[in-house]
């Protein structure tokens, strides 16, 4: 009898199991998939859209064929309530004090609120450094003040990247209280009527232009039972030159005042000016859906494994009166088949092999939009969350040559580290870390949104790996299209690595554990593992 070694971290017990089934690769299957999801009848998958409905259909069908159960009662696809938001005054202004900015060119604002009208009236506005409250880290820029009902200013990123000092949070590595999204939350907590955050390309890890697509068009988002009324009003960014003359205005220097922003203790300090805007909007309600199959385990069926990627992408728009359709082919019809993948070898293994805790199989929507899908899902799951050992997403595969490493998004954030380096291993691979840990990649993808809920995870992402023309020219771009010249060695050997871990874990006893001090941590605890 052969030996897995599932001993890593402290805490992990060393177990008898049998060694992996090899894996088996459905090489036509799979090109089939990738092809179908990423085909112009699909108009590039945007939720609340035909190409919705035509991959829902694709995926339930698929499911039911490997022989997978619903995974929600009857069903295989959970309704998601969403909104559709489309701002209308595209000719709004900011005004700061008897500063006038431009929308797109200096400033960006949206609401998640459910509101045809969100108003900020002579709001006071105050710089509170980075908006941070993390107690993990002994840092709270909120300390003693009151800002309800108004407008911070906060910059990006957090200071461990400004200062570079791995001391300091995690220095170049982005924690989560470094994400834009945090700094929205944390400002809503704290009664802010609006939020802009300064951009700045190296902190933010994108240009202006990104930001500037992102707040200007329609926009997606969950809705709770109160209109999304405990968000905070307005969502902005401002550009780095409008923050020097907002600060100029008020008589202080920008760039000399936020390096005190990057030392505990940091004070707020108010503008004494006031913020004025008008933001209103096209309110459209309708549902999306999620879709999961569950293969039950064969021991314990009530332990659950994730296996998942996003089916969504960014749909198509008119350009020069022509349709251009966003296929997303790597991202992520090349996840969503690789699930699949997973699910026919998992199904088909039978006796000792198959697997004694239950693996799902699902495919959320509108990742691309806010991870809304997988919101919905964490805050919505068919079993407990402490019932769900640990979360594996697919963000996008390597659909060319195999490579000798496997990229780690994070460190020392979980034991599911452990378990991606023990597969690497067999396969003689190497672990390689994220090469650029200050963009918060971690932060920006579905398995985050199950993180919250004290669901440790991985994120298998291997975008551009062997095309260095993805990134720059196909990411999010007409041109991410199915290619028959793909040689899938990549893809081959990633779900080889991603089987092997679920197959140690679904024959293990073990529940993963948070190795850092974070909120996600202190959920699961709370759950009981």
Do not use: C
Request: glycine share 8%.
């Amino acid at each position: 009898m052969k030996y897995r070694s599932v001993l890593g971290f402290a805490g992990l017990i060393l177990a008898p199991v049998l060694s992996a089934a090899p894996y088996q690769f459905h090489e036509q299957a799979y090109r089939n998939d990738v092809k179908t999801l990423a085909s112009d009848q699909f108009e590039g998958r945007a939720p609340l859209s035909k190409g919705e409905m035509l991959t829902l259909t694709y995926l339930e069908k698929s499911f039911k064929d490997i022989g997978l159960e619903p995974a929600f009662g009857k069903s295989f696809l959970q309704k998601v309530p969403m909104a559709k938001i489309t701002p209308l005054n595209q000719d709004m202004q900011l005004k700061v004090g008897d500063l006038t900015f431009k929308l797109a060119d200096d400033f960006i604002a949206r609401t998640e609120q459910l509101a045809k009208e969100v108003d900020v009236k002579d709001s006071d506005v105050v710089f509170v450094g980075y908006g941070i409250n993390a107690p993990e880290y002994g840092w709270n820029d909120y300390a003693g003040l009151d800002v309800k009902g108004k407008t911070v200013i906060v910059l990006v990123n957090d200071p461990g990247f400004a200062t570079q000092d791995p001391k300091v949070f995690k220095g170049n590595a982005m924690t989560y209280y470094g994400r834009w999204t945090y700094k929205y939350e944390e400002a809503a907590r704290q009664g802010a009527k609006a939020v802009f955050i300064v951009h700045e390309t190296a902190p933010a890890a994108y240009g202006w232009n990104v930001v500037r697509a992102g707040g200007t068009s329609t926009r997606f988002t969950l809705v709770d039972n109160n209109d999304n009324m405990s968000k905070v009003g307005i969502m902005g960014w401002i550009q780095h030159d409008v923050a020097q003359k907002i600060f100029a205005k008020a008589g202080i220097d920008f760039d000399q005042i936020k390096h005190t922003a990057e030392k505990p203790g940091f004070k707020a300090i108010p503008l004494h000016m006031k913020a004025n805007l008008t933001l209103k909007n096209r309110i459209e309600r309708a549902e999306s859906h999620n879709v999961a199959g569950l293969l039950r385990g064969t021991k314990y069926p009530d332990e659950w494994i994730v296996m998942h990627a996003h089916w969504d992408h960014l749909g198509k728009e008119m350009v020069d009166g022509k349709p251009v359709i966003y296929n997303g082919a790597v991202d992520n019809a090349s996840g969503v088949a690789g699930v699949l993948d997973l699910a026919r070898h998992f199904k088909s293994l039978t006796g000792k092999d198959a697997p004694e805790r239950s693996i799902l199989f699902a495919d959320f929507t509108a990742e691309e939009t806010g991870l809304i899908g997988a919101q919905y899902f964490a805050e919505n799951s068919p079993v407990p969350t402490k019932q769900l050992v640990s979360f594996l997403n697919i963000d996008g595969m390597n659909m060319g040559k195999s490579v000798d490493y496997i990229l780690r998004y994070g460190d020392g954030v979980s034991e599911l580290e452990k378990y991606m380096a023990d597969a690497a291993k067999k396969q003689g691979r190497h672990v390689n870390p994220d090469p650029r840990p200050q963009n918060g990649l971690m932060f920006r993808s579905d398995h985050f949104a199950l993180a919250q809920q004290g669901v440790p995870g991985l994120l298998f992402m291997s975008l551009g790996d062997t095309d260095p023309d993805y990134i720059p020219h196909k990411y999010h771009q007409a041109a991410d299209d199915y290619d028959p010249n793909w040689t899938l060695d990549g893809v081959k050997q990633d779900l080889g690595l991603i089987s092997d871990v679920i197959d140690t874990l679904s024959h293990n006893r073990d529940w993963p554990k948070w190795l850092e001090e974070s909120d996600f941590k202190k959920r699961r605890g709370q759950d009981g593992r």
